[in-house]
């Protein structure tokens, strides 16, 4: 299975790839690509920049790997309640290319993490409700909260019951394949 991995963050330390990292370490016998949107950056979308100079090859690039995929892996992080601009922009310019969703069909796992208590709770219940228009069969969602009481760089999750529970998600998505 080719599983596509990544955070819905721009930030070099972002937690959110740390959680999807992790995740990833669980389909050890999957191609999985993780991505860091770093590397697909683009102009914010305006209507009059899409029609002088087209959508971004950056963004072609990045729904060309969401159409590659069979599983996608993604941590959002949570911005003011809501997604972070640079997710929110590159959903917006892979949104304007003719014949596609954004996540064409793809499974997902989508998860979130935060350091508060609710875990990113916000833009999970966003993400869950809004994907499904947008192309994406959320397979599970699963939230951390307190990153930086429950997470370990060498270790992963420490907390035993929200470890147990990401494993039963990642079971339950395995067995649609």
């Known amino acids: 299975m080719k599983i ?3 955070a819905g963050s721009n930030s070099e330390v972002s937690i959110n790839k740390k959680l999807v990292t992790f995740v990833t370490s669980f389909f050890k016998d999957d191609d999985v690509e993780i991505l ?3 590397d697909f ?3 914010i979308y305006k209507n009059e920049r899409e029609i002088k100079d087209g959508i971004p090859q950056s963004a072609l690039d990045f729904a060309k790997k ?4 069979d599983l996608i892996l993604l941590s959002t992080p949570e911005h003011n309640g809501n997604f972070p601009a640079v997710f929110k922009n590159l959903m917006d310019w892979i949104s304007r290319i003719k014949g596609r969703k954004i ?3 793809k499974p997902m796992l989508l998860m979130a993490t935060s350091g508060g208590a609710r875990g990113g709770a916000s833009v999970l219940e966003i993400a869950e409700k809004r994907f499904p228009f ?8 699963y939230s951390l909260p307190k990153f930086y009481e429950n997470f370990d760089e060498e270790k992963g999750i420490t907390d035993e019951e ?14 649609k394949f």
């Open 41 to 43: 950056e683009m102009p």
């Open 36 to 38: 860091d949107l770093n």
């Open 103 to 105: 996540f064409n069909g």
């Open 66 to 69: 969401i159409d590659e995929s």
């Open 4 to 6: 596509l991995a990544f």
């Open 162 to 175: 929200k470890l147990k529970e990401l494993k039963e998600k990642i079971e339950k998505v395995k067995s």
């Open 134 to 141: 947008d192309g994406a069969e959320v397979l599970q969602t």
